[in-house]
């Protein structure tokens, strides 16, 4: 929404020799990404069991939800049973031989 709003502002800029519209759009957007991401970065938890704004019922709750789905939280590392078999798999080479065309 804040993006659509944005670009409707950005829309009645006057026209400039130098850059275009989109391109104000672009640079605007991009400064805002870079100020805000180390921001955004350094503030944002690193999984549910450590969530600053859910109480400890609510963290209890985001982390079984997790094991349900057997998604898991503590970010282990890689794989790479799972990189081999993604790799062996016909569907990776057909995706990426489809995006190559």
Excluded: C
């Amino acid at each position: 929404m804040l993006g659509s709003l944005l670009a409707f502002g950005i829309s009645f800029l006057a026209p400039s020799a130098s850059l275009h519209r989109y391109q104000v759009l672009f640079l605007v957007v991009g400064l805002l990404t870079v100020i805000t991401a180390p921001w955004i970065y350094w503030k944002l938890d690193n999984n549910p069991a450590e969530a600053r704004f859910l109480t400890a019922e609510e963290r209890l709750w985001a982390v079984e939800r997790l094991r349900d789905n057997n998604q898991g939280s503590s970010g282990q590392g890689v794989n790479w049973g799972q990189v081999g078999e993604a790799l062996w798999s016909p569907v990776t080479w057909l995706v990426s031989y489809h995006q190559i065309l």
